[in-house]
């Protein structure tokens, strides 16, 4: 690596020689603009719009556009009045907890080692953050403008963050945040499913650019002259669902048998959130008819028992009428003749 920078780390009265190396590199696939015919490279000329001749880079000033077709131009001596283009300092302006600072405030990251005989302040200010768990809020002139950064450790080296101003960063204005949208808890609880099925710990080095690596073996592919095999066309994504509980059912499935794990089925595997609900509603449901058939029964029951004496009751006056003509029949037999 070479350094980019050099300049001090002012700790208080500490003051800690260091040199500044980009820790981060893109890996995007650079081309040059060419000539489709032979191969030639184009090139841009520097031209003066107003005179048309073309201008060195000696020739050439910063200008600041006020609006109304008239330009501010600023040279270098002007730029050299200014006091940060030859400061060399990070200020550490207060130490604050890590959480605080919002991720989105990071821009680029930068390795800061020790130079000549600061080793020793330096592995001093990097004991004392890991120990105090907090990280340092620090100014820094950077390509000829000040740049609020933080202070950390990473794998034992001082790591520098510069950081956007606060009014760099957009306040998001979009119509749905005005809209009352209600969310089921229902569907919070599959997607919070979806979310436990899909954790893990988090390991960089298992994910690529799947586009890169495709791109270099096309590349390789001319150099060699050989043919160049069509890569396979990527799963397509699946169409909105209409019904989210079953788009987030799926989901949770899916995750399942990346994993090697069984899909939760209706019958059987863990209770989630909604199949405990679902079993709750079917018992109740299942309760209600129960108590209706007891009671149906229950009201039989009296009834039949109301109908029991009167049943009694009939037979015995039907036997009564049958046994009354059978005694007057068996009167007359019995009964004695007159004799002359």
């Known amino acids: 690596m070479r350094a980019i920078w050099k300049g001090a780390v002012s700790f208080g009265l500490v003051s800690i020689g260091v040199k500044l190396y980009s820790a981060t590199e893109e890996k995007d696939i650079r081309f040059h603009q060419v000539h489709r015919e032979d191969g030639g490279r184009i090139r841009y000329k520097r031209t003066c719009s107003v005179c048309g001749e073309e201008v060195t880079y000696d020739d050439i000033a910063k200008g600041y556009d006020i609006g109304g077709g008239e330009m ?29 600072v919002d991720p989105i405030l990071y821009n680029k990251a930068y390795f800061l080692e020790p130079e000549g005989t600061a080793t020793k302040p330096y592995v001093l200010l990097r004991d004392a953050l890991i120990d105090s768990e907090r990280v340092a809020i620090v100014k820094v002139a950077l390509r000829q403008r000040e740049q609020l950064a933080t202070l950390r450790v990473r794998e034992g080296v001082l790591l520098l963050n510069t950081m956007l101003w606060p009014d760099e960063i957009r306040t998001p204005d979009f119509g749905f945040l005005d809209e009352d949208l209600k ?158």
């Not at 939760?264 to 405990?276: C, F, K």
């Not at 679902?278 to 109908?307: F, M, V």
């Open 183 to 340: 969310v089921r808890p229902p569907e919070l609880a599959m997607a919070s499913s979806l979310i436990d099925s899909m954790a893990g710990e988090f390991e960089p080095d298992v994910f690529t650019d799947d586009y890169r690596a495709a791109l270099q073996e096309v590349i390789d592919a001319k150099v060699e002259g050989r043919e160049v095999v069509q890569p396979e066309e990527a799963e397509e994504a699946p169409a909105a669902a209409v019904d989210l509980m079953a788009a987030l059912k799926a989901s949770v499935d899916r995750a399942r048998a990346a994993r090697g794990e069984q899909p939760a089925r209706s019958g059987g595997g863990e209770p989630t959130p909604i199949s405990s609900a679902r079993s709750a509603q079917k018992a109740a449901a299942k309760k209600t008819p129960a108590k209706k058939t007891a009671t149906k029964k229950a009201t039989e029951k009296k009834t039949a028992a109301k109908a029991e004496p009167a049943k009694k009751t009939a037979a015995k006056k039907t036997a009564a009428k049958k046994a009354e003509p059978a005694k007057k029949t068996t009167a007359r037999k019995t009964a004695p003749r007159k004799t002359a």
């Open 72 to 100: 501010v131009i600023l040279t270098d001596e002007d730029f050299a009045e200014l006091p940060l283009t030859s400061s060399r300092a990070i200020d550490v302006l207060e130490f604050v907890p890590a959480e605080q």
